[in-house]
């Protein structure tokens, strides 16, 4: 063993772990979640084993955008192609979207409130 971490996951707080999980994996187009820990812990993982988890937190608050009264802790930039055709997907899959003016990338919010960034930069 080496004493170098490896990157395991990004872990995103929310009050329901499943429902997010869902979401993501149906925006990236990864495959169904599995559940641990009872359902506290769910995870989606991807291409080359990158994984996203969720953990449920009791009176979550989701992070405000772009005000920092609840600041956001992180966020996630992904990859598109095509910003229009994104924008759309997301937005049925149930993200909203917060900032259209960049022309290289644009601001959502996942259902629960967590930003993130589709780019085409």
């Known amino acids: ?3 170098v971490p490896t990157f395991r996951c990004v872990a ?3 009050p ?3 429902r997010l999980a ?3 994996a149906a925006l990236l187009d990864w495959p169904e979640p599995e559940s641990e820990e009872g359902g506290e812990w769910v995870t989606v993982t991807g291409p080359n084993g990158v994984q996203l988890a969720f953990q ?3 009176n979550y608050r989701a992070p405000e955008w772009p005000g920092q009264d609840v600041p956001q802790q992180l966020h996630l930039d ?3 192609a095509d910003l229009d055709a994104g924008e759309e997907r997301a937005v049925k899959l149930g993200a ?3 900032d259209k003016k960049p022309s290289t990338f644009r601001v959502f919010a996942d259902p629960i409130g967590h930003p ?3 780019c085409a930069c």
């Open 22 to 24: 869902e979401f993501y």
């Open 12 to 14: 995103l707080d929310c």
């Open 1 to 3: 063993m080496t004493a």
């Open 78 to 80: 992904l990859a598109v």
């Open 116 to 118: 993130f960034c589709l």
């Open 56 to 58: 449920r937190v009791a």
């Open 96 to 98: 909203k979207l917060l």
């Open 16 to 18: 329901d772990p499943r």
